[in-house]
């Protein structure tokens, strides 16, 4: 499919961009939604990368990008949703777990992603129907059919009020699951699902550009992906997981939110 194509050019652009930027990772530094929430340079230099590519290949299409360098609400029905680096945290820390991730929206759904991991030159990607892959290797969710012996990753948001509900859950879910990781790139999080290195995922998670190209990797991998209600910050919104527990996690999230 020519999006995932394109996808992957804009990618692995930034990627280089990323790559080439962690020896002055804190140049830029500002912050956004509170004083633990930074957006740095290389955000925005690897998202002007990536909308550089799209827009010379799709002019009319809708751009939505983290850092609102995407521009124009386009023509043509199509929308691209791009997070340039998704674990800034970590890309600041040095700490190698970080992604850009790129999705490709029309009028019936999610139809091309790509989720590249710069430090370990992994490039996850998939379009509907047609599966989700792993370089070459296609990719299936792990055959997990227990909810106690699952492994479970999910991440915590910015603001206190929210980390705190957060806090509250995972007490709840903890005990009742093999045990929880929190990585810090919730990209890289639903890739991992798709890939089967960990059972699900769940997360408080607000932006489109933050879940919707992992989404597209679980869905095609043959897991299962909900978004949840939510009344306040911090309760679950996005969760993915292998099929057979999906029910069960959504239901135990549920009952974790409830429970005071």
């Avoid at 995407?70 to 777990?97: C, E, F, K």
């Avoid at 492994?151 to 995972?170: K, N």
């Avoid at 929190?182 to 550009?209: K, M, N, T």
Wanted: aromatic share 6%; charged share 25%; proline share 4%.
């Amino acid at each position: 499919m020519n999006e995932v194509r394109v996808a992957i050019d804009a990618a692995r652009t930034a990627g280089t961009v990323l790559l080439g930027g962690r020896a002055s990772r804190a140049s830029g530094l500002r912050t956004k939604s509170s004083r633990t929430d930074p957006v740095l340079a290389a955000d925005r230099a690897a998202e002007a990368a990536v909308v550089r590519v799209l827009r010379g290949a799709y002019p009319d299409d809708a751009i939505v990008a983290e850092e609102g360098s995407g521009g124009g609400a386009g023509t043509s029905g199509r929308r691209w949703y791009v997070d340039p680096l998704d674990g800034t945290v970590n890309y600041l820390y040095g700490i190698p777990q970080f992604a850009v991730a790129i999705a490709c929206e029309d009028a019936e759904g999610l139809l091309a992603a790509v989720v590249l991991d710069p430090s370990r030159d992994e490039l996850f990607s998939a379009s509907r129907g047609a599966g989700a892959w792993l370089g070459p290797d296609r990719l299936a969710a792990s055959g997990a059919s227990e909810l106690g012996t699952s492994l479970i990753a999910t991440g915590f948001a910015y603001l206190a009020d929210a980390r705190a509900e957060q806090a509250r859950i995972l007490r709840h879910v903890l005990p009742r699951v093999r045990d929880v990781r929190r990585f810090g790139s919730a990209q890289l999080d639903l890739a991992w699902v798709a890939a089967g290195r960990i059972d699900g995922y769940f997360e408080w998670v607000e932006s489109p550009w933050d879940w919707k190209a992992g989404a597209l990797l679980v869905r095609e991998a043959g897991g299962r992906v909900s978004e949840l209600p939510h009344a306040q910050r911090g309760e679950p919104r996005v969760v993915a997981s292998a099929a057979a527990i999906h029910d069960g996690l959504s239901s135990l999230l549920r009952s974790a939110v409830q429970t005071r």
